[in-house]
Protein backbone atom coordinates (compact mmCIF):
# COMPACT_ATOMS: atom_id res chain seq x y z
CA UNK A 1 0.00 0.00 0.00
CA UNK A 2 1.57 3.13 -1.03
CA UNK A 3 1.52 5.78 1.28
CA UNK A 4 1.70 5.64 5.22
CA UNK A 5 -1.38 7.71 6.21
CA UNK A 6 -1.88 7.98 9.79
CA UNK A 7 -5.16 9.53 11.49
CA UNK A 8 -5.05 12.86 11.35
CA UNK A 9 -5.06 14.65 14.59
CA UNK A 10 -8.08 17.09 15.86
CA UNK A 11 -5.92 19.87 16.34
CA UNK A 12 -2.15 21.43 15.44
CA UNK A 13 0.73 23.45 16.23
CA UNK A 14 1.42 25.95 13.39
CA UNK A 15 5.14 26.73 13.03
CA UNK A 16 5.11 29.97 10.88
CA UNK A 17 6.13 32.79 12.95
CA UNK A 18 9.68 31.28 13.33
CA UNK A 19 10.39 33.20 9.81
CA UNK A 20 10.84 36.31 11.80
CA UNK A 21 12.18 35.62 14.87
CA UNK A 22 15.61 35.77 16.52
CA UNK A 23 17.65 33.43 18.17
CA UNK A 24 15.90 33.63 21.54
CA UNK A 25 13.01 32.90 19.70
CA UNK A 26 14.02 30.21 18.39
CA UNK A 27 15.39 28.38 21.73
CA UNK A 28 11.26 29.20 23.07
CA UNK A 29 10.13 27.86 19.78
CA UNK A 30 11.85 24.51 20.64
CA UNK A 31 10.71 24.73 23.84
CA UNK A 32 7.32 24.87 22.76
CA UNK A 33 7.28 22.41 20.07
CA UNK A 34 8.72 19.86 22.68
CA UNK A 35 6.18 20.70 25.57
CA UNK A 36 3.54 20.58 22.49
CA UNK A 37 5.25 16.83 21.64
CA UNK A 38 4.99 15.91 25.40
CA UNK A 39 1.63 16.77 26.25
CA UNK A 40 0.44 14.48 23.02
CA UNK A 41 -0.15 17.69 20.53
CA UNK A 42 1.86 15.91 17.72
CA UNK A 43 0.44 17.38 14.65
CA UNK A 44 2.76 20.43 13.35
CA UNK A 45 2.40 22.58 10.17
CA UNK A 46 5.64 24.15 8.68
CA UNK A 47 6.32 24.64 5.14
CA UNK A 48 9.76 25.56 3.07
CA UNK A 49 9.24 29.03 2.97
CA UNK A 50 8.33 29.51 6.86
CA UNK A 51 12.31 31.40 7.22
CA UNK A 52 13.36 29.75 4.37
CA UNK A 53 13.61 26.09 5.98
CA UNK A 54 14.37 27.40 9.65
CA UNK A 55 10.99 26.73 10.89
CA UNK A 56 11.67 23.19 9.47
CA UNK A 57 15.26 22.78 11.02
CA UNK A 58 14.00 23.65 14.27
CA UNK A 59 10.92 21.02 13.99
CA UNK A 60 13.31 17.88 12.94
CA UNK A 61 16.38 19.48 15.72
CA UNK A 62 13.54 19.12 18.24
CA UNK A 63 11.71 15.85 17.06
CA UNK A 64 15.26 14.15 16.21
CA UNK A 65 16.05 14.43 20.39
CA UNK A 66 12.55 12.67 21.17
CA UNK A 67 12.54 9.14 22.00
CA UNK A 68 13.50 7.28 18.90
CA UNK A 69 12.77 10.53 16.61
CA UNK A 70 9.27 11.08 17.19
CA UNK A 71 7.73 8.45 14.80
CA UNK A 72 4.47 9.31 16.30
CA UNK A 73 4.90 12.94 14.96
CA UNK A 74 2.35 13.98 12.73
CA UNK A 75 4.65 16.19 10.40
CA UNK A 76 3.04 18.74 7.55
CA UNK A 77 5.09 20.77 5.50
CA UNK A 78 4.50 21.85 2.00
CA UNK A 79 5.93 22.72 -1.28
CA UNK A 80 6.34 26.54 -2.48
CA UNK A 81 4.09 27.98 -5.11
CA UNK A 82 7.35 28.69 -6.66
CA UNK A 83 8.35 25.37 -6.89
CA UNK A 84 5.26 23.80 -8.58
CA UNK A 85 6.93 22.26 -11.79
CA UNK A 86 7.17 19.18 -12.01
CA UNK A 87 11.12 19.08 -11.91
CA UNK A 88 11.06 21.37 -9.09
CA UNK A 89 8.53 19.45 -6.70
CA UNK A 90 10.63 16.32 -5.89
CA UNK A 91 13.80 18.29 -5.08
CA UNK A 92 11.67 20.75 -2.92
CA UNK A 93 10.34 17.58 -0.79
CA UNK A 94 14.32 15.92 -0.64
CA UNK A 95 15.47 19.11 0.83
CA UNK A 96 12.65 19.47 3.08
CA UNK A 97 13.25 15.95 4.37
CA UNK A 98 16.78 16.71 4.86
CA UNK A 99 15.83 19.28 7.26
CA UNK A 100 13.49 17.73 9.08
CA UNK A 101 15.34 14.84 9.74
CA UNK A 102 13.04 12.13 8.29
CA UNK A 103 12.67 9.83 5.56
CA UNK A 104 9.07 10.94 5.03
CA UNK A 105 6.23 13.07 5.82
CA UNK A 106 2.88 12.27 7.25
CA UNK A 107 1.51 14.69 4.54
CA UNK A 108 2.75 17.01 2.10
CA UNK A 109 0.53 20.14 0.85
CA UNK A 110 0.83 22.45 -2.71
CA UNK A 111 1.10 25.79 -0.63
CA UNK A 112 -0.68 27.63 -3.01
CA UNK A 113 -1.46 27.31 -6.56
CA UNK A 114 1.18 28.78 -8.90
CA UNK A 115 -1.33 29.93 -12.30
CA UNK A 116 1.09 29.41 -14.70
CA UNK A 117 1.74 25.59 -13.64
CA UNK A 118 -1.03 23.23 -14.32
CA UNK A 119 -1.61 21.86 -11.17
CA UNK A 120 -2.53 18.05 -12.49
CA UNK A 121 1.10 18.08 -13.45
CA UNK A 122 2.20 18.91 -9.84
CA UNK A 123 -0.24 16.35 -8.57
CA UNK A 124 1.37 13.79 -10.65
CA UNK A 125 4.97 13.88 -9.36
CA UNK A 126 3.26 14.21 -5.98
CA UNK A 127 1.67 11.16 -6.26
CA UNK A 128 4.64 9.28 -7.32
CA UNK A 129 6.45 10.39 -4.04
CA UNK A 130 3.45 9.13 -2.78
CA UNK A 131 4.00 5.75 -4.70
CA UNK A 132 7.91 5.80 -2.89
CA UNK A 133 6.16 6.36 1.08
CA UNK A 134 8.07 9.67 1.26
CA UNK A 135 4.63 11.13 1.63
CA UNK A 136 1.70 9.86 3.89
CA UNK A 137 -0.57 12.09 2.36
CA UNK A 138 -1.05 14.46 -0.28
CA UNK A 139 -2.81 17.28 0.14
CA UNK A 140 -3.26 21.54 -1.05
CA UNK A 141 -3.55 24.78 0.62
CA UNK A 142 -5.50 28.08 -0.39
CA UNK A 143 -6.87 25.98 -3.11
CA UNK A 144 -10.74 27.04 -4.55
CA UNK A 145 -12.97 24.70 -5.83
CA UNK A 146 -12.09 25.24 -9.44
CA UNK A 147 -8.61 24.49 -8.34
CA UNK A 148 -9.73 21.15 -6.39
CA UNK A 149 -11.34 20.15 -9.43
CA UNK A 150 -8.32 20.66 -11.72
CA UNK A 151 -5.44 19.42 -9.51
CA UNK A 152 -7.93 16.10 -9.10
CA UNK A 153 -7.28 15.32 -13.14
CA UNK A 154 -3.81 14.67 -11.63
CA UNK A 155 -4.51 11.90 -9.23
CA UNK A 156 -5.15 8.45 -10.01
CA UNK A 157 -4.72 6.50 -7.52
CA UNK A 158 -3.83 9.04 -4.66
CA UNK A 159 -6.84 11.19 -3.19
CA UNK A 160 -6.20 14.51 -1.97
CA UNK A 161 -6.55 14.14 1.80
CA UNK A 162 -6.74 17.91 2.93
CA UNK A 163 -7.08 21.37 1.90
CA UNK A 164 -5.53 24.22 3.96
CA UNK A 165 -7.30 27.62 3.88
CA UNK A 166 -7.77 30.70 6.60
CA UNK A 167 -10.92 30.06 8.36
CA UNK A 168 -12.07 31.66 11.49
CA UNK A 169 -15.08 33.18 12.97
CA UNK A 170 -13.98 36.36 10.78
CA UNK A 171 -12.70 34.88 7.46
CA UNK A 172 -15.27 32.76 6.56
CA UNK A 173 -16.94 33.84 3.20
CA UNK A 174 -14.48 32.74 1.03
CA UNK A 175 -13.93 29.50 2.96
CA UNK A 176 -17.13 28.31 3.58
CA UNK A 177 -17.99 27.41 -0.62
CA UNK A 178 -15.04 25.41 -0.24
CA UNK A 179 -15.73 23.62 3.17
CA UNK A 180 -18.93 22.39 1.05
CA UNK A 181 -17.32 20.71 -1.35
CA UNK A 182 -14.49 19.36 1.07
CA UNK A 183 -16.90 17.86 3.07
CA UNK A 184 -18.92 16.37 -0.06
CA UNK A 185 -15.76 14.82 -1.44
CA UNK A 186 -14.21 13.61 2.02
CA UNK A 187 -11.61 16.14 1.71
CA UNK A 188 -10.31 17.03 5.31
CA UNK A 189 -10.36 21.18 5.44
CA UNK A 190 -7.87 22.38 7.70
CA UNK A 191 -8.12 25.58 9.54
CA UNK A 192 -4.99 27.86 9.51
CA UNK A 193 -5.46 31.72 11.26
CA UNK A 194 -8.13 29.99 13.43
CA UNK A 195 -7.59 32.49 16.17
CA UNK A 196 -7.51 35.51 13.84
CA UNK A 197 -4.10 36.45 14.63
CA UNK A 198 -5.11 36.25 18.64
CA UNK A 199 -8.09 38.71 18.44
CA UNK A 200 -10.34 35.37 19.84
CA UNK A 201 -8.27 35.03 22.66
CA UNK A 202 -9.10 38.22 23.60
CA UNK A 203 -6.05 40.50 22.18
CA UNK A 204 -6.26 43.88 20.60
CA UNK A 205 -9.99 44.07 22.46
CA UNK A 206 -9.42 46.96 24.97
CA UNK A 207 -6.90 49.30 22.73
CA UNK A 208 -4.12 47.82 22.78
CA UNK A 209 -2.25 48.13 19.28
CA UNK A 210 -1.66 45.22 16.62
CA UNK A 211 2.19 44.86 16.64
CA UNK A 212 3.15 45.03 13.04
CA UNK A 213 4.61 41.17 12.28
CA UNK A 214 0.87 40.17 13.51
CA UNK A 215 -0.92 42.79 10.86
CA UNK A 216 1.75 41.20 8.29
CA UNK A 217 0.07 38.38 5.55
CA UNK A 218 -3.08 38.23 7.77
CA UNK A 219 -4.83 39.01 4.37
CA UNK A 220 -8.16 41.79 5.15
CA UNK A 221 -8.14 41.06 9.20
CA UNK A 222 -6.39 44.30 9.98
CA UNK A 223 -7.46 46.75 7.06
CA UNK A 224 -8.93 49.88 8.58
CA UNK A 225 -12.29 49.40 6.76
CA UNK A 226 -13.25 45.89 8.05
CA UNK A 227 -11.14 46.14 11.86
CA UNK A 228 -13.53 48.19 13.69
CA UNK A 229 -16.27 45.78 12.89
CA UNK A 230 -14.17 42.90 13.73
CA UNK A 231 -13.10 44.24 16.89
CA UNK A 232 -16.79 44.77 18.14
CA UNK A 233 -17.74 41.65 17.13
CA UNK A 234 -14.89 39.84 18.81
CA UNK A 235 -16.77 42.41 22.38
CA UNK A 236 -19.55 40.79 22.02
CA UNK A 237 -18.24 37.45 21.23
CA UNK A 238 -16.19 37.75 24.41
CA UNK A 239 -19.34 38.92 26.35
CA UNK A 240 -21.28 36.00 25.43
CA UNK A 241 -17.85 33.45 26.51
CA UNK A 242 -18.15 35.28 29.81
CA UNK A 243 -21.95 34.65 30.16
CA UNK A 244 -21.79 31.45 29.37
CA UNK A 245 -18.93 30.54 31.62
CA UNK A 246 -16.37 29.34 28.70
CA UNK A 247 -12.92 30.78 27.05
CA UNK A 248 -13.54 32.72 24.18
CA UNK A 249 -10.95 30.66 22.21
CA UNK A 250 -13.11 27.64 22.95
CA UNK A 251 -15.89 29.22 21.02
CA UNK A 252 -12.95 30.16 18.28
CA UNK A 253 -11.81 26.51 18.18
CA UNK A 254 -14.83 24.49 18.56
CA UNK A 255 -16.69 26.48 16.31
CA UNK A 256 -14.36 24.96 13.62
CA UNK A 257 -14.84 21.84 14.57
CA UNK A 258 -18.53 22.14 14.78
CA UNK A 259 -17.87 23.05 10.71
CA UNK A 260 -16.04 20.00 10.29
CA UNK A 261 -12.28 22.14 10.23
CA UNK A 262 -9.23 21.01 11.97
CA UNK A 263 -7.90 24.14 13.34
CA UNK A 264 -4.17 24.73 13.57
CA UNK A 265 -3.11 26.99 15.89
CA UNK A 266 0.10 29.37 15.52
CA UNK A 267 2.00 29.02 18.99
CA UNK A 268 5.51 30.51 20.46
CA UNK A 269 5.37 30.18 23.65
CA UNK A 270 5.17 26.90 25.90
CA UNK A 271 2.84 28.58 27.91
CA UNK A 272 0.05 28.81 24.67
CA UNK A 273 0.54 24.65 24.32
CA UNK A 274 -0.92 24.51 28.04
CA UNK A 275 -3.46 27.16 27.71
CA UNK A 276 -4.48 26.40 24.01
CA UNK A 277 -5.18 22.04 25.16
CA UNK A 278 -6.91 24.02 28.54
CA UNK A 279 -9.25 25.86 25.81
CA UNK A 280 -9.55 23.12 23.58
CA UNK A 281 -10.72 20.79 25.89
CA UNK A 282 -13.50 22.62 27.02
CA UNK A 283 -16.57 22.38 24.63
CA UNK A 284 -18.93 25.29 24.28
CA UNK A 285 -22.74 23.83 23.81
CA UNK A 286 -24.27 23.75 20.25
CA UNK A 287 -26.10 27.13 21.37
CA UNK A 288 -23.45 28.96 22.45
CA UNK A 289 -21.39 28.25 19.24
CA UNK A 290 -24.59 29.03 17.02
CA UNK A 291 -24.85 32.50 19.09
CA UNK A 292 -21.28 33.28 18.14
CA UNK A 293 -22.10 32.17 14.39
CA UNK A 294 -24.76 34.61 14.87
CA UNK A 295 -22.90 37.20 16.49
CA UNK A 296 -19.54 36.89 13.92
CA UNK A 297 -22.33 37.29 10.91
CA UNK A 298 -23.15 40.91 12.52
CA UNK A 299 -26.79 39.43 13.20
CA UNK A 300 -28.35 41.00 16.38
CA UNK A 301 -26.82 38.69 19.35
N1 LIG B 1 -1.27 27.58 4.33
C1 LIG B 1 -1.10 28.88 4.47
O1 LIG B 1 -1.02 29.65 3.49
C2 LIG B 1 -0.99 29.44 5.87
C3 LIG B 1 -1.10 30.84 6.07
C4 LIG B 1 -1.04 31.31 7.39
C5 LIG B 1 -0.85 30.42 8.45
N2 LIG B 1 -0.70 29.08 8.20
C6 LIG B 1 -0.46 28.12 9.32
O2 LIG B 1 -1.44 28.31 10.33
C7 LIG B 1 -0.80 28.59 11.58
C8 LIG B 1 -1.69 29.49 12.44
O3 LIG B 1 -2.08 30.66 11.77
P1 LIG B 1 -1.67 32.13 12.27
O4 LIG B 1 -0.38 32.06 12.98
O5 LIG B 1 -1.85 33.01 11.10
O6 LIG B 1 -2.83 32.58 13.24
P2 LIG B 1 -3.57 32.14 14.61
O7 LIG B 1 -3.34 30.72 14.93
O8 LIG B 1 -4.97 32.63 14.46
O9 LIG B 1 -2.88 33.09 15.67
C9 LIG B 1 -1.62 32.80 16.15
C10 LIG B 1 -1.24 33.79 17.23
O10 LIG B 1 -2.17 33.77 18.32
C11 LIG B 1 -1.49 33.97 19.51
N3 LIG B 1 -1.80 32.90 20.46
C12 LIG B 1 -1.70 31.56 20.27
N4 LIG B 1 -2.03 30.91 21.41
C13 LIG B 1 -2.32 31.86 22.32
C14 LIG B 1 -2.72 31.80 23.67
N5 LIG B 1 -2.87 30.64 24.31
N6 LIG B 1 -2.95 32.97 24.32
C15 LIG B 1 -2.80 34.16 23.69
N7 LIG B 1 -2.41 34.28 22.39
C16 LIG B 1 -2.18 33.12 21.72
C17 LIG B 1 0.02 33.91 19.21
O11 LIG B 1 0.56 35.23 19.19
P3 LIG B 1 2.09 35.53 19.63
O12 LIG B 1 2.94 34.63 18.81
O13 LIG B 1 2.22 36.97 19.27
O14 LIG B 1 2.20 35.27 21.11
C18 LIG B 1 0.06 33.33 17.84
O15 LIG B 1 1.13 33.76 17.03
C19 LIG B 1 0.56 29.19 11.17
O16 LIG B 1 1.53 29.11 12.19
C20 LIG B 1 0.91 28.32 9.97
O17 LIG B 1 1.44 27.09 10.40
C21 LIG B 1 -0.79 28.58 6.94
Not at 22 to 51: Q, S
Request: with cysteine; aromatic share 6%; hydrophobic share 40%.
Amino acid sequence: MPGSAKPHPALGVGLWGLGRWTAEDEARTKATIGRAYELGLHWFDTAEVYGSGRSERVLGEVLQRAAAGAPDAFVVTKVSWEHLRPAQVRASLINSLERLGRPSVDLYLVHAPDRRVPLADTMRVLEALWKEGKVGAIGVSNFTVEDLEAAAKGLTEARIAVNQVRYNLFDRDEADPVRDYCRSHEILLEAYTPLARGVLHGRYLDGKGIPPEVRKFAHRLFEPDRLPGILERARSLRALAKESKVPLASIALHWLAKMGAAPVVGMSRPEQVDSNLTVWGIRPSDAVLDRADAIARGDRA
